[in-house]
């Protein structure tokens, strides 16, 4: 058990991980595309809300 | 930016994803569309005594606490692809099936997920018309209701499969991944919500601000948190010596590295996890009795870090436990060092400093368990965070934490790597169409 967990923190020390720069630019992504979607989400939300409250009247 | 204007000029680009985009506002239709003779608010009570559940309900667009036609939503045909994943392990033509390279072959193993996900909508449809029906989930229990909210919702998961393959087929991205990721998405501005009227309840407005700000900063984190799991990989070298060249030979040391990305199985582990230990509470609450026992109080991740029952956070222990077991289970069905070792002495690879064949293995075994280890201690503090947070808030089922949040980036950073290998395939074909690419050559 020691031996494997002083071998997970070798493997950690060579792991190819992504530069702060292109992480946070991901994160930059992720965060417009979500919340863009976010507001056309709720638009459609409150839409059929709208329209099922006036078609069944429920 | 640049991506979005070259496939904005691009026509068959824009075509294609104005096409996408369409399908999954109609997909976001249907599931607003409530589903005959049920009852509405029935489901929310049973999500809100057992949060494991609530991942369901995410991957459903809240699909399964509005009951709509699309209650289902395409989570049947996602557990009829793992199935079929693990039963090609044990069932040898299956697994050859699975790797096939020719197109007949391969439609004909997308029939059979199709149709074993269609098996698994009818039973799960059927199982809660029957199971809840009766305790309240229809407005009048009969065999006729039972029929047709079944009915319903079995078409219903099946048409979201099939609307998911023709996108992934003849549009553009992963139709089945994109459906997942806009549901997931949908109960993101119910739970910026239920955060606001949180952070609102207070009086102090420096105390607020503080708040959101605090908030805003652990997105922000948690976000690159993920970003950098999806992205993070143990590169194990490898070297292609020697090339034949017609008659002679040559050799040419060539360099190259086998990518073991540290989170395999991306939440795969989780919700096999998750769906495990929300089993016990599903089942008590659908005959009616043994909900107050210990151990199903233990698994129910709505006891967890709960400062009046702090016993039950033991549980936790149980699904981090889970997580990782799942986690090498995974990658012990999906990845085969041994194949992989053969496949690169077949290549005339090898690993520096290591023998070509058993060796080879055991060493790609041993990175795989060591990256593994690496991504399920990772994994399980995404997964457990909504569980501390929503203990400690009271602020439970957050689609904006934890498991639901690793689906959406890697879903968004998968499509826009793919559009941005479209655009780059575009302008090459541009270019040699131009002629521009033989006058620069």
Not at chain 2, 117 to 136: H, K, N, P, Y
Not at chain 2, 183 to 188: D, E, Q, V
Not at chain 2, 276 to 298: A, K, Q, R, Y
Not at chain 2, 399 to 409: A, C, D, F, H
Request: aromatic share 8%; hydrophobic share 50%; glycine share 8%.
């Amino acid at each position: 058990m020691v031996k494997f967990l002083k071998d997970v923190k070798n493997t950690w020390k060579v792991l190819k991980m992504p530069s702060v720069k292109n992480d946070f630019q991901s994160v930059g992504i992720v965060l417009v595309v979500s919340l863009i979607s976010c507001l056309c989400l709720t638009g459609i939300h409150l839409g059929m809300t709208e329209i099922i409250t006036l078609i069944l009247g429920i | 930016m640049k991506t979005l204007k070259a496939v904005w000029k691009d026509r068959d680009l824009r075509k294609k994803c104005l096409i996408v985009l369409g399908l999954l506002v109609f997909v976001r239709i249907l599931a607003e569309i409530p589903a005959p003779g049920v009852n509405s608010d029935y489901f929310e009570a049973v999500i809100e005594s057992n949060a494991a559940l609530g991942i369901l309900n995410v991957m459903t667009g809240g699909g399964l606490s509005s009951l709509s036609i699309v209650t289902l939503s395409v989570t049947p045909y996602i557990t009829s692809s793992i199935i079929m994943q693990l039963l090609a392990v044990v069932i040898p033509s299956l697994g050859e099936m699975q790797k096939a390279q020719d197109k007949k072959t391969q439609r004909r193993y997308k029939w059979i997920i199709f149709g074993v996900g269609a098996a698994l909508a009818l039973v799960e449809s059927l199982s809660m018309a029957v199971g809840f029906g009766r305790q309240g989930m229809l407005i009048s229990y009969t065999a006729w209701n039972v029929i047709l909210v079944t009915a319903i919702w079995t078409i219903g998961a099946v048409f979201l499969a099939g609307l998911g393959e023709f996108i992934s087929e003849k549009l553009i991205g992963n139709g089945i991944s994109l459906i997942l990721t806009i549901n997931i998405l949908a109960s993101f501005p119910s739970d910026l919500y239920s955060v606001w009227e949180a952070i609102n309840a207070g009086s102090v407005i420096g105390l607020k601000i503080a708040e959101i700000a605090g908030v805003i900063v652990f997105f922000v984190l948690l976000l690159a948190f993920i970003v950098w799991l999806n992205s993070t990989c143990r590169e194990v070298p490898v070297v292609h010596a020697g090339k034949l060249a017609g008659s002679s030979t040559y050799a040419q040391r060539h360099e190259d590295v086998i990518p073991l990305k540290i989170c395999q199985g991306s939440v795969i582990p989780v919700i096999f996890a998750s769906s495990l230990l929300s089993l016990p509470t599903l089942i008590t609450t659908m005959i009616g009795h043994g909900e107050d026992s210990f151990i199903v109080n233990l698994l129910n991740s709505s006891n967890w870090f709960v400062m009046t029952r702090p016993v039950y956070t033991l549980g936790v222990l149980i699904y981090i436990a889970l997580i990782f077991g799942f986690t090498y289970f995974y990658i012990d069905i999906s990845i085969n060092p041994i194949e992989m070792a053969d496949n690169l002495k077949k290549t005339g690879a090898t690993i520096p400093g290591i023998r070509p064949g058993r060796p080879t293995s055991d060493y790609l075994r041993h990175q795989l368990n060591l990256t593994a280890f690496i991504g399920a201690t990772a994994l399980s503090i995404i997964a457990v965070i909504p569980y501390i947070v929503g203990g400690l808030t009271g602020l439970s089922n957050l689609s904006l934490l934890g498991t639901s949040l690793i689906i959406v980036v890697g879903v968004i950073i998968e499509t826009k790597e793919l559009l941005e290998s479209k655009v780059k395939g575009s302008l090459y074909m541009e270019k040699v169409y131009k002629g521009g690419i033989f006058h620069h050559g």
